[in-house]
DNA sequence: CTGAAAGCGCTTACAG
DNA sequence: CTGAAAGCGCTTACAG
């Protein structure tokens, strides 16, 4: 069977004290160069690894945090969730940290308070929820764990302290994007959404849209149609929209992936792009400069906005209590689709 | 604080040792119904979960596995890894298992042993090794917890019987893919690998690849580069073999990322796919067929894998040790890449 | 059908 | 500088 760590101490001729003592790095402990010397041999010689889940039961953590995906199925088909898997597990590993990985399948309801307390993590990461999900995950940020919800914020101000957040700026970005467009001379300019608006960072995208529109003095009236996920679901979208009874000549895709499918559903349809409809997209995801049209996008930082949740989030489980909202500036990558490199 | 068995034992006005019982289903107790809902609706109201820690060291179980993927740089690329996590993630949680996913960032050692030890896991899966991982999986396997391999597959039969594998045949495939080009009538086929041929996957593919060739009384010489996962990388791989003395009329790319940069390496050249160099790839990813040449690829089945991979697992967890190898028949998808729908 | 008690392998005041 | 001992919150034979 494994060691244990009184068979260390045993060998090494010492207590369970010290042992663990030695292997935690307690600091205050002034235990000997030469005891230490000792129990690292001991431990190594036997192959000890501690029992991670007496540690935890002893020591009240479990040095692990959870990362809360809305529904897995995206991870299936957007990169960009990818993305944000890869980058907060990095810096849980640069922070000897474990990461759960946890989706909220259930619809009804989701669950976070269940997994905040039986999820074996001292912190929840949370990507992309639901409006519906913030008075849970407020309550679990005050009275189960410190919580960090990534990709989203709340829309007023005042209730925006409750949890700390990170992620790109869905309105503000939106409005860059529509804003850049209209800048070009359009006029109609439809919006097709990556996924359902029950999703915050879906909808703030879409009022980034008609905010700008209405700034301008144009109507988003008709030219409003939602993908689900897929670049499949955005060559349908586009369809619905080309069948639709509005003529438009631009179109701000919620992310990358539905872009591949508008490019395709307007070139079936025997459409150029950018001279007959412009695309203006979202996330700057690796193939964006690969696609057909090369995408003009707004690029944002997903592996900058996990690994600062991460930090956040270890800020929290080390004392510091104080909501922080984390945001960088994002920014517009012309490339072909929009039409403005052509001067 | 958080409620404990005790408490509701107390508050249902029975032993820890029925609450346990109850909650965990334990089939031999008959614990009578009247009691079995007291403790339900006292465990309900103090809104009880039982420490996940005492749970495991209690029970010498985790109730978690552990997803081992090789660089963890591969999830910002590539679509492929995103979508095994998920088929993991999703399989586990309908068998009440938790997922950590960790990685083996460290070059010399890879630190499988480690992993296993202090993982908090009841058994891996590795996606993708290097081939000098083999001995120590194998060992793990033997003597520290039962371990599946994702993606690949020992060469020799003799030793594969060591632990269980499951994945495409990158061999077979990749041939299947060459043959396909050789039957359109090309002959000089060159090759650009996904990633560096420490990959077991990467260099099945490069065997399948000269297999082929070799069967047909071809050559390959100097007709082989090796990108790094991006489609950036594979563009410039293109560009080296454009630069190459070896002239060629067809590519097998080593999975469809790489062939979106071959694309636009080709296309800046001025070449016309499949008219001047045809290509077929390796993956099938979701924007396969929404590139800027819709691509003739090896349709894989990672979400079957995945799921695959955990189910061997729990059979494994559950005392039956004998390796499984898990395979199935991937095909060719045609489309417009290698020039096979033009008869 | 149910309870008292040992034990899982650590950590951490506390005492020396 | 180091050790004896309590305790973390469960599970699980065992006894009744």
């Known amino acids: 069977m494994r060691a244990t760590s009184a068979q260390v101490a045993k060998l090494a001729g010492v207590s369970r004290t010290t042992v663990s003592f030695v292997l935690n790095d307690v600091e205050k402990s002034g235990i000997s160069q030469a005891t230490r010397e000792k129990v690292l041999a001991a431990a190594a010689q036997l192959g000890y690894e501690p029992n991670a889940a007496a540690q935890s039961l002893a020591s009240g953590s479990f040095a692990s945090i959870g990362l809360v995906l809305p529904e897995i199925h995206h991870l299936y088909i957007d990169s960009f969730l990818a993305r944000v898997v890869a980058s907060v597990l990095e810096e849980a590993h640069l922070n000897n940290m474990k990461l759960l990985i946890e989706s909220t399948a259930d619809e009804q309801t989701r669950g976070y308070t269940k ?148 490019i395709k559903a307007l070139t079936d349809q025997g459409l150029r792009i950018p001279d007959d409809v412009a695309i203006v997209s979202y996330d700057d995801t690796p193939l964006a400069a690969f696609a057909p049209v090369p995408l003009t996008t707004i690029k944002t930082f997903p592996e900058e906005h996990g690994r600062k949740a991460v930090r956040i989030l270890l800020d929290h489980l080390s004392g510091n209590l104080e909501p922080h909202h984390h945001r960088m500036d994002s920014h517009l990558i012309i490339r072909d689709s929009c039409g403005a490199s052509r001067g």
Chains 1, 2 share one sequence.
Not at 131 to 149: G, K
Not at 189 to 203: E, L, M
């Open 115 to 262: 997994l905040a307390k039986g999820g074996r993590v001292d912190g929840l990461i949370v990507v992309n929820p639901r409006e519906n999900d913030y008075d849970e995950l407020a309550q679990i940020n005050q009275q189960i764990m410190p919580l960090v919800v990534f990709g989203s914020q709340r829309r007023s101000a005042e209730t925006a302290s409750e949890f700390s957040t990170t992620g790109s700026n869905n309105f503000i970005n939106a409005k860059l994007a529509v804003r850049h467009l209209i800048g070009l001379g359009h006029a109609r300019i439809a919006h097709i959404g990556f996924a359902s608006s029950a999703f915050v960072s879906v909808n703030s995208r879409e009022r980034g849209w008609l905010s700008a529109l209405e700034e301008a003095g144009l109507s988003g009236e008709g030219l409003k149609e939602s993908a689900e996920l897929s670049a499949e679901s955005g060559y349908e979208a586009c369809q619905r929209l080309l069948r639709g009874k509005k003529s438009f000549s631009a179109i701000f895709a919620g992310n990358d992936t539905v872009a591949f499918g508008i």
